[in-house]
């Protein structure tokens, strides 16, 4: 959590990986941050292939947001860092992150 809280007003990126990976299931989650703007992704092994959910925001628009180099929809992004703090210790508890917020 002391890491996790740093980015909130700083640039990084931070992941939480399970110790014992599932052969199929979630394997970890992840912030990028930078100005503010949260990436959140959580890896999830599949039968076929490894898929990466993420936040879906129903207000952001379909522009494009630069965090940390790389270009990202807008609707990825969130700016509350209380729902960041919230997927990750639900990730911590549960080891997955509620379909209501990465999908």
């Known amino acids: 959590m002391l890491h996790l809280n740093k980015l909130e007003v700083i640039s990084g990126t931070v992941r939480v990986q399970l110790m014992d990976e599932p052969d199929l299931g979630q394997l970890s989650v992840g912030l990028i941050s930078e100005n503010k703007n949260y990436l959140v992704t959580l890896l999830e092994a599949t039968e076929d292939d490894t898929d990466v959910r993420t936040f879906n925001s129903m207000t952001a628009t379909s522009q494009m947001i630069d965090v940390l180099g790389d270009s990202w ?5 969130t700016n509350d860092f209380g729902l960041v703090v919230m997927m990750f210790r ?4 549960t080891g997955d992150v509620s379909r209501q917020w990465l999908n």
Not at 73 to 77: H, K, L, P, V, Y
Not at 90 to 93: D, L, N, S, V
């Open 90 to 93: 639900e990730f911590f508890e």
């Open 73 to 77: 929809d807008a609707r990825s992004i």
